[in-house]
């Protein structure tokens, strides 16, 4: 026999920032007005994860950032090098709040997007060597 395990978003924790105290002890009354009593019924137990740090969300970003560079790489041959000024950023712009797939989004947003029109446009290509920074 198998049982499912239901992954709820963390928007239901972003609700709760402004009482620690009704977020630790209250979380399934905080669901319900979310789901129905028939659901909340079937669910054996809520285990609660801790938000993402400023460092956890600049580590993300960093290897997000890293499997971009590989991938053009080993696509494009396109050596991309980015700046500390652009992972500092990328820290800065979206949503963190909403977790790793904010900050992901925020990369592929931010950077994929950008590059992709770059080579589509024929700005560089094989062989070459791309800084991305940050203007002022």
């Known amino acids: 026999r198998t049982?499912?395990?239901i992954y709820v978003s963390s928007y239901l924790y972003i609700l709760t920032l402004h009482?620690?105290?009704c977020y630790i002890d209250g979380f399934p009354h905080l669901c319900a007005p979310k789901?129905?009593?028939e659901f909340m019924n079937r669910l054996d137990d809520t285990?609660?994860?801790s938000p993402l740090s400023p460092?956890?969300?600049a580590t993300l970003i960093r290897l997000e950032v890293?499997?971009?560079c590989r991938r053009?790489?080993?696509r494009q041959q396109v050596d991309l090098q980015v700046t500390e000024a652009v992972l500092a950023y990328l820290e800065d712009v979206g949503d963190h709040m909403q977790g790793a797939r904010?900050?992901?989004r925020t990369v592929r947003r931010e950077v994929e997007g950008r590059l992709a029109w770059e080579v589509v446009g024929g700005t560089f290509g094989s062989g070459d060597r791309v800084l991305v920074d940050v203007e002022q």
């Open 3 to 5: 049982f499912p395990l």
């Open 19 to 21: 009482n620690i105290n």
């Open 35 to 37: 789901f129905t009593p």
């Open 47 to 49: 285990i609660l994860l």
């Open 55 to 57: 460092g956890d969300i």
């Open 66 to 68: 890293t499997r971009v």
């Open 72 to 74: 053009l790489y080993d």
């Open 102 to 104: 904010d900050a992901c």
